[in-house]
T-cell receptor, first 114, second 114 residues
Framework: KQEVTQIPAALSVPEGENLVLNCSFTDSAIYNLQWFRQDPGKGLTSLLLIQSSQREQTSGRLNASLDKSSGRSTLYIAASQPGDSATYLC?????????????FGPGTSLSVIP | EAQVTQNPRYLITVTGKKLTVTCSQNMNHEYMSWYRQDPGLGLRQIYYSMNVEVTDKGDVPEGYKVSRKEKRNFPLILESPSPNQTSLYFCASNPNRGRGSPLHFGNGTRLTVT
């Protein structure tokens, strides 16, 4: 059974720091991995999607990597800003089911202090 | 503007009173799905739909029904709500069965069942 975990559960950093959020999954048979951002009371916004054949994706100050063999993905945020404060979720789509099962991690709550 | 629209945003009801949460997308996506988000349990898939008249169960379908009579709409029906269905609900859509393209989420419906 695929399980997705995220470390740390919460993170507080001063503005300007570079930071790394971690996502781990137990079964490497995935179709893709996505990183989302969730603001309080809001829906999820897709940040980056990495196909299983890819190693990384970049968008602005965000860089996500994928190591399928070790079951890990990292989200790197450069020069953090207070506006980056949110909960970050990773999700995998599993290959081993008859339907497109999306499995989310529990999230990392990020607070960037001005 | 491309979007997934859920209504209502907030709903308080009593046990046993049937309710429907609507979800509509304007992107002509084939794939739509419903999730619930609970503290400590994260996001879990309730139902999904590959296309019109094609729906199937996710991880936590008990107590819910769905229908997909039109491509753009995917309502979630609680025929006899119970307090354990108090949760934050999200609808999402995707053009390619969740694969290769990011999921687009609605802003959520916070349901309280007393």
């Amino acid at each position: 059974k695929q399980e997705v975990t995220q470390i740390p559960a919460a993170l507080s950093v001063p503005e300007g720091e570079n930071l790394v959020l971690n996502c781990s999954f137990t079964d490497s048979a995935i179709y893709n991995l996505q990183w989302f951002r969730q603001d309080p009371g809001k829906g999820l916004t897709s940040l980056l999607l990495i196909q299983s054949s890819q190693r990384e994706q970049t968008s602005g100050r965000l860089n996500a990597s994928l190591d399928k063999s070790s079951g890990r993905s990292t989200l790197y945020i450069a020069a953090s800003q207070p506006g980056d404060s949110a909960t970050y979720l990773c999700a995998v789509i599993s290959l081993k089911t008859s339907y497109d099962k999306v499995i989310f991690g529990p999230g990392t709550s990020l607070s960037v202090i001005p | 503007e491309a979007q997934v629209t859920q209504n209502p945003r907030y709903l308080i009801t009593v046990t046993g009173k049937k309710l429907t949460v609507t979800c509509s997308q304007n992107m002509n996506h084939e794939y739509m799905s419903w999730y619930r988000q609970d503290p400590g349990l994260g996001l879990r898939q309730i139902y999904y739909s590959m296309n019109v008249e094609v729906t199937d169960k996710g991880d936590v379908p008990e107590g819910y029904k769905v229908s997909r009579k039109e491509k753009r709409n995917f309502p979630l029906i609680l025929e006899s709500p119970s307090p354990n269905q108090t949760s934050l609900y999200f609808c999402a859509s995707n053009p390619n069965r969740g694969r290769g393209s990011p999921l687009h989420f609605g802003n959520g419906t916070r349901l309280t069942v007393t």
